[in-house]
């Protein structure tokens, strides 16, 4: 069955740099754009940024754009997020999401805790 | 970006009764509208894509409805496993890709 998992959330200081990972299974990645969307503590869902299936285009959210980089490693099925000059404003728990315009499948999240 | 507003904030409903859920897109969509429900401590799941299809294993209590602007979801009879949050999202027109605030449904 098709399966996300998130790893490489914690706590790290503003102004510092986190790289998230997302491992897939169960399908053939390359077919498959993935998402991130992030969800801070007690708010609504906000997408972040897309890699498409062939790795040839990136989008990202205002919030993000020009510090967040998304990219993907076919050989590991795998989507990381560099995120750089961490804001508290970032805090949130970080989803990656396979998509076909809507999200059929969902990692189970990881949190990051932007914090002096 | 397409602004998603859903209504109302909260709503509270009694087992066995059925709860509307309004979604109102700031341009039109056409039918590139999905619904979302959340629990506490949960990734969101699928329930409707397209406005008004069930993805898959998705009970027939649930249906949506709407297109271009105006969306509802409908949960026929609750179920104590539907007290959760719903969200619906956008996918006409992006990036960005935008959801609404969320639903809460909760019991009366």
């Known amino acids: 069955q098709v399966q996300l998992v998130e790893s490489g959330g914690g706590v790290v200081q503003p102004g510092r740099s986190l790289r998230l990972s997302c491992a897939a299974s169960?399908?053939?990645?390359?077919?498959?754009?993935i998402h991130w969307v992030r969800q801070a503590p007690g708010k609504g869902l906000e997408w972040v940024a897309v890699i498409w299936s062939d790795g040839s285009t990136q989008y990202y959210g205002d919030s993000v754009k020009g510090r967040f980089s998304i990219s993907r490693d076919d050989s590991k099925n795998t989507v990381y997020l560099q995120m750089n000059s961490l804001r508290a404003e970032d805090t949130a728990v970080y989803y990656c999401?396979?998509?076909?315009?809507?999200?059929?499948?969902w990692g189970q999240g990881t949190l990051v805790t932007v914090s002096a | 970006e397409i602004v998603m507003t859903q209504s109302p904030a909260t709503l509270s409903v009694s087992p066995g009764e059925r709860a509307t859920l309004s979604c109102r897109a700031s341009q039109s969509v056409t039918y590139n509208l999905a619904w979302y429900q959340q629990k506490p401590g949960q990734a969101p799941r699928l329930l409707i894509y397209?406005?008004?299809t069930r993805a898959t294993g998705i009970p027939a209590r649930f249906s949506g409805s709407g297109s271009g602007t105006e969306f509802t979801l409908t949960i026929s009879s609750l179920q104590s496993e539907d007290f959760a949050v719903y969200y619906c999202?956008?996918?006409?027109?992006?990036?960005?890709?935008?959801f609404g605030g969320g639903t809460k449904v909760d019991i009366k």
């Open positions: 397209a406005a008004s």
């Open positions: 999202q956008q996918y006409h027109n992006w990036p960005p890709l935008t």
């Open positions: 169960g399908y053939d990645f390359r077919t498959y754009a």
């Open positions: 999401a396979r998509n076909s315009g809507w999200f059929t499948h």
